[in-house]
């Protein structure tokens, strides 16, 4: 088999837009800037497409600020309802708009973590636009939140993601699984990092290791899948018939998988079109 990269994405807010990458420098955290940032609600808790759907229709672009910092763009799709003080976009960067604020204690499936809070005016327009009182926090580079034990290689560290830091499918799956379905649907449903072409449908299911260029990867664990690949990415709106096919597919006990977590052994750089070799 021709395994190749044939996709990689960021999502630098957690459950907001794909950032589409042509390379992608990995770190400690999995993709640089990946799940870096992140909503929280007054309690400190995070916010994602599983309670607040319309986070589907805020797409997130980066930029360079002129400090030469990491930036953003949050644009609210056309379809959303502003209120009348609200333009369409929101731009800030973080040491602009994140690096003398106070930091919180927030909570992401039960590990406590601290992010830095970003200045109000970015707060207010993503609360009047997802009409929840909410805050956008980030974690900073020298913040440390551990890989479970039961999975972690050498003590691994992820940013704001669910629990590992990448996650990869392949696109021979979601063809087999789009067979279950009426309306096919996308691959950024599953929010993956890497996305894999050329292989057998689920044979991502047994592997252990892979390399790819001088970055050997860990397949640790099957990613266990929520309501959000049920949410339709352009109207907001969950369609059930997706979760269905996905219980009556792709379950096993209680739980339903689709997309394998990873850890990387090193940090590096991949690319789109590189080879992909199964060490085992």
Known sequence: MDLRISNLYRYPVKSMGAVVLQRAKIDRFGIEKDRRWMLVNGRGKFLTQREITKMALLDVMEYRSIEGDWALTIQAAQKVVLPEQCEQTLSFSVSKH?????????????DTCEGKVA???????????LNIPCRLVFMEDTYYRNVDKEYAKNNETVSFSDGFPLLLTTDSSLDAFNQHLTSPIEMLRFRPNMVISGNHAFAEDGWKRLRVGEVVFCVVKPCSRCVIPAINRFTGEKEPLVFKALKQHRSKGKEVYFGQNLLAMNAGEISVGDEVEIVE
Request: cysteine-free; hydrophobic content about 50%.
């Open 119 to 129: 200045d109000d005016f970015i707060n207010q327009w993503l609360s009047l636009v």
């Open 98 to 110: 994140f690096a003398k604020n106070e930091s919180l204690s927030v909570e992401v499936w039960g």
